[in-house]
C-alpha cells in the first residue's frame, strides 16, 4: 500500500473507534480481515499510526485546531510513518486510495506546535477529569509524565533463568536489538521500532518457543522480584489472568514450595497452562476460575499473597491508548470496589508473619496509596515494609525514588524509570514467623 492508502485506512479505523467506541485492536482486526490484500508491513504501519493518535490525541487536536479523525491522522503522519513533510503532501493527492490533498490550513497548521503554556491536560495528552488526581500524584511534572505516557512503549522480556540466563537470551535476540533493563536483573528490552518500522516479534523466535523467556513489561518484573518469593514457600497468585507474574514468582521458589494461580475470570485464566509448559515450571497449581469458596478454604496458610489488583489501567497507557480515553469516573468507582475487596480476600488467606504484596498497574493515588492506607485502617495486624529494604534484597543495593516520592511504597513511572506505570506495597502481617523481605 502507498503512503496516501495507509493515511486513507488509519482515518476509517479511527472512525470506527471515535464514534462506536470500540477497542482499537478489535477494529484494527477487523479492518485486517476486511482487506486482506494489505501486507503485515501495512497492518503494523496503519495499526502504528492509529495508536499514535490515540496516544496523543488532545496536543494533535490542540495543534490542529481540531479533533477530526483526518486531522489527527495528518498531524501524526510524519512523525508515526517517517514522511518528509514533501511525502506527506505527495501521499495526499486524492487518487483513488489515498486521502484528499492537504488544504491550506492543515499546511499551516502542521508547522505549528502546542504551546508551553498550554492547558495542563492538552500538554500532558489526559482526560480533564483525571488531571486533579494526576497532580496529586506528580505535581508541577504531571506534563513530563504524562509526554512519557504519550509514547511508544518497548518491548520488555524476562528471562526465564529456569532454562537460560540473560546473557543467552542476550544472544539470541541480538538481530532485534536487545540490552539488558536498566533495573531488573534478569530483563532485557527490545526498542520499539523506529518510525515507519515494526518493532521485531521476539515471540516468533524459537527462543520463546523453548521457553526461554517470556514478554513482560520491566515494571512488572520488578514487582514479582519485590514480592520476594522463596524456595519452599507457599504462594499464592490472587489475580493471576494469563500467570504472567505467576510463572516471574516461580523462577524465585526453583520448583520447589507450591505457588496456587487463581482468578475469578476462566477466560484470563486460560493461558495460563500453555506457559507453565514452556516455562518448565512444576510447581504451580492452577485453581478452577471463580471457585472462591475452595480459595478460602485453603485458610491462612501462605507466605506470600500477591495480589495483581484490577485498576483502570492508567499506567501502561503507552500500550492501550485507546483506554485512556474510555475510562470514566463510574469505572474507576467500580474498580476501587473490586480492589478493596480482592485485598480483604488476600489478607484472610496471609499466615501470621507472611507478607500480601499489593500491585497494579495505575498511576492514580485512589487506586494506590489510598486502598493501602484504607487497608491498614481496617487490619491493624498488618504493616507496610519499606520497598527499599526489599529492593536492595531481592535487586541491588540502589533502590530508585519513587516516583511520587513516598519512602514505603513504590511507584513505577516512564518518565522516571521507564516501564509503564506501577504502584508496589509490601503488607506484612504480624506474627513470631515474620519473614524477611
Not at 515471540?203 to 513482560?216: P, R
Not at 485498576?311 to 470514566?328: F, I
Amino acid at each position: 500500500m502507498r503512503p496516501g492508502a495507509r493515511l486513507a485506512a488509519a482515518i476509517e479505523v479511527l472512525t470506527e473507534i471515535m464514534t462506536r467506541g470500540r477497542p482499537a485492536a478489535l477494529s484494527l482486526s477487523d479492518w485486517g480481515k476486511a482487506h486482506r490484500f494489505a501486507g503485515s508491513g501495512d497492518r503494523s504501519a496503519i495499526g502504528n499510526l492509529v495508536y499514535d493518535v490515540l496516544r496523543s490525541k488532545r496536543s494533535l487536536a490542540a495543534r490542529m485546531g481540531s479533533d477530526d479523525p483526518r486531522a489527527l491522522v495528518v498531524a501524526a503522519a510524519q512523525t508515526s510513518l517517517g514522511l518528509s513533510e514533501s511525502e506527506l503532501i505527495t501521499a495526499a493527492d486524492g487518487s483513488k486510495h489515498a486521502i484528499s490533498p492537504l488544504s491550506d490550513s492543515e499546511r499551516t497548521a502542521l508547522a505549528s506546535v502546542v504551546p508551553d503554556d498550554a492547558v495542563s491536560a492538552v500538554a500532558a495528552d489526559l482526560p480533564d477529569w483525571l488531571v486533579p488526581s494526576m497532580t496529586r500524584v506528580f505535581g508541577e511534572g504531571l506534563v513530563a509524565e504524562g509526554r512519557a505516557l504519550a509514547r511508544r512503549a518497548p518491548v520488555d522480556i524476562r528471562v526465564n533463568t529456569l532454562k537460560a540466563d540473560r546473557g543467552k537470551v542476550l544472544r539470541a535476540l541480538a538481530e532485534a536489538g536487545a540490552e539488558p533493563t536498566p533495573h531488573s536483573p534478569i530483563g532485557l528490552r527490545v526498542p520499539h521500532g523506529r518510525a515507519g518500522r515494526r518493532t521485531p516479534n521476539v515471540e516468533a523466535e524459537a527462543s520463546h518457543g523453548k521457553g526461554w523467556f517470556e514478554v513482560q513489561d520491566e515494571g512488572s518484573q520488578i514487582a514479582a522480584l519485590l514480592a520476594g518469593a522463596g524456595p519452599r514457600e507457599q504462594v499464592l497468585d490472587l489475580c493471576a489472568g494469563a500467570g504472567g507474574k505467576t510463572l516471574a514468582l516461580g523462577l524465585g521458589m526453583q520448583n520447589t514450595g507450591q505457588i496456587f494461580a487463581y482468578d475469578r475470570d476462566r477466560n484470563q485464566l486460560r493461558p495460563i497452562f500453555e506457559r507453565i509448559r514452556r516455562a518448565a515450571l512444576r510447581n504451580v497449581q492452577v485453581m478452577d476460575a471463580g471457585r472462591e469458596a475452595e480459595l478460602l478454604a485453603l485458610g491462612a496458610r501462605f507466605d506470600l499473597v500477591f495480589v495483581d489488583a484490577p485498576c483502570t489501567g492508567s499506567g501502561v497507557w503507552r500500550r492501550r491508548p485507546d483506554a485512556k480515553w474510555r475510562v470514566k469516573p463510574q469505572n474507576l468507582a467500580q474498580r476501587l470496589e473490586e480492589q478493596a475487596d480482592v485485598l480483604t480476600t488476600g489478607a484472610k488467606l496471609v499466615k501470621p508473619g507472611g507478607r500480601l504484596v499489593y500491585v497494579t498497574c495505575s498511576l492514580l493515588p485512589e487506586e494506590n496509596v489510598d486502598q493501602v492506607t484504607a487497608f491498614l485502617d481496617g487490619q491493624p495486624d498488618f504493616r507496610v515494609v519499606p520497598y527499599r529494604q526489599a529492593w536492595k534484597n531481592h535487586i541491588s543495593d540502589t533502590p530508585p525514588d519513587s516516583a511520587d516520592g513516598a519512602d514505603d511504597t513504590l511507584l513505577l513511572s516512564p518518565h522516571r524509570h521507564g516501564t509503564d506505570g506501577f504502584f508496589i506495597a509490601i503488607l506484612q502481617r504480624d506474627g513470631p514467623e515474620a519473614i524477611a523481605t
